[in-house]
C-alpha cells in the first residue's frame, strides 16, 4: 500500500516555487528586455535633439535669407555694410540688443559669402548683374561634439527679381 504524503511533492522536491536556474534565466530576459528599452529611449532622445538643432539651424538660415532680402545691391556688395560672420544660439538672448549677450544651448555660428560676379553665369549677359549668396552654419551636436553644418543659397540681382524675369 502507497501512502501519499499531504502537500504537493514531487521526486525532487516541493513544487510550490521556482528553482534557482528558472530564476536566474527570468532575471537575465527581463535585464536584456530593460537594456533594450532605454537604449530605445536614448537613440529617440538623441534623434529628437538633432531634429531640433537641424531645424534651429534651418530657422537661422531663413532668417538670415530673408533679411538679405532687404538689402540693396550696393549694400550687399559692400563689404564694410554687409557682416560677413554672425553666432546665434538655441535660445535667443533676453538682452540680443546689447554687445556681448550670450544666448542658451547650442552655439551657431555663420557665414555669408557675397560671390560676384558669378562663375558659373560667365559670358552670359546677365552674369555680371547677378550674385551667389551662400549662407553657412555650423555647429557641435551631442557630447560627441560632431561639427555639423547645413548650408543655403540663392541668387541676388543688381536690377532686382522683376527686371531679370519680366518678359518684354
Partial sequence: M???RSGSQSRYGSSNGFTLVETVVATCIVTIAFIAVFALLNFNLTTTNRCRENTRATQ?????????????????TNPTI????FTNWTYEPTNASTAGAVGQG?????NITVTTPVPALAGTSYGTNLALVQVTVAWSSG??????????????????????????
Wanted: charged share 20%.
Fill in 82 to 85: 554687409m557682416l560677413t560672420t
Fill in 106 to 110: 547650442v552655439q551657431y555660428i555663420g
Fill in 2 to 4: 502507497k501512502v501519499k
Fill in 60 to 76: 537661422i538660415l531663413l532668417d538670415k535669407m530673408e533679411c538679405l532680402r532687404l538689402y540693396q545691391w550696393q549694400q550687399l
Fill in 143 to 168: 557630447n560627441t561634439n560632431q561639427t555639423r553644418t547645413r548650408s543655403m543659397s540663392t541668387y541676388f540681382s543688381s536690377i532686382g527679381v522683376e527686371s531679370v524675369i519680366r518678359v518684354n
